[in-house]
């Protein structure tokens, strides 16, 4: 019984591991009040950036290991104030900081509960390729998972390719957390550079020769750039400094080590 539970495990694991959702409407937070005057400031987030995240070369690592429990319980509190709110009486720019802020805030969270852990694959269940099918918040009456808050809100109700420069998986293959909690009245700026950043980096695009490798998320989330190999590549050249060749052969890789300081 074992052995077929191990060899099982074998089998879906690797399934599990490339899988990635799809958007997926959810009609409930596709609302919202354009004539609302409310704002965050986020500013307790920001403290925490300010304190724990730090740049090294092409990334910014989180020093989660320096996370003191005065702080752990700020970032706890934070995610409560967002929580006891609902988002959906927002303007669509709150909404959008609301959500990328939160998700971020939820992914740290995650980690300092689990710390020390050598990557966020690692957490979930046992069948589990991560967290993020886990209930983690509850909005609204609304128990959710940070997929949910991906794939189900964040993707087709903005239909942006940049948020997924916006949102952090904790993991140093993936576009950094930002430095700047995201601001409602900043987003287009603060979405341009965090996509130009990525972008201008080896782990979104690095070239070897005549191979070039992208990172995975533009194999994951295809229909997002543009839907096919030429649309991928028509997005990326928006930001990239040195365009990247229409006819070129794709490689794809991700590194899902933790983003965290002395990696």
């Known amino acids: 019984m074992q052995k077929r539970l191990i060899l099982l495990f074998c089998l879906v694991f690797p399934l599990v591991s490339q899988?990635?959702?799809?958007?997926?409407?959810?009609?409930?937070?596709?609302?919202?009040?354009?004539?609302?005057?409310?704002?965050?400031?986020?500013?307790?987030?920001?403290?925490?950036?300010?304190?724990?995240?730090?740049?090294?070369?092409?990334?910014?690592?989180?020093?989660?290991?320096?996370?003191?429990?005065?702080?752990k319980k700020a970032l706890d509190h934070y995610i409560r104030m967002l929580t006891a709110r609902d988002p959906r009486t927002l303007t669509k720019n709150e909404q959008y900081a609301y959500w990328v802020n939160l998700y971020n805030a939820v992914t740290v969270t995650l980690i300092l509960e689990a710390y020390p852990v050598r990557s966020i694959t690692k957490l979930g269940g046992l069948?589990?390729?991560?967290?993020?099918?886990?209930?983690?918040?509850?909005?609204?009456?609304?128990p959710l998972t940070l997929n949910d808050i991906e794939h189900r809100i964040l993707r087709p109700l903005w239909q942006d390719p940049r948020t997924h420069y916006a949102v952090n998986c904790a993991s140093l293959?993936?576009?950094?957390?930002?430095?700047?909690?995201?601001?409602?009245?900043?987003?287009?700026?603060?979405?341009?550079?965090?996509?130009?950043t990525f972008i201008n980096s080896d782990k979104g695009v690095s070239q070897q020769g005549d191979q070039w490798r992208l990172s995975s998320i533009y194999k994951w989330f295809e229909a997002d750039f543009g839907g096919d190999k030429q649309g991928v590549i028509a997005h990326i050249n928006q930001y990239r400094d040195i365009p990247l060749p229409q006819e070129v052969t794709l490689e794809y890789d991700y590194n899902w080590d933790l983003n965290q300081l002395g990696n």
């Open 173 to 196: 293959g993936c576009p950094n957390l930002q430095p700047k909690a995201f601001q409602a009245n900043a987003l287009e700026a603060q979405l341009e550079q965090a996509a130009y």
């Open 127 to 142: 069948f589990s390729f991560g967290p993020w099918d886990d209930e983690v918040v509850t909005v609204a009456g609304e």
């Open 19 to 71: 899988a990635a959702p799809k958007a997926e409407y959810w009609a409930m937070w596709d609302a919202h009040n354009p004539d609302s005057q409310a704002t965050f400031t986020h500013h307790s987030w920001q403290v925490l950036l300010d304190k724990y995240l730090q740049p090294q070369g092409q990334h910014t690592l989180f020093n989660y290991a320096a996370v003191t429990e005065a702080d």
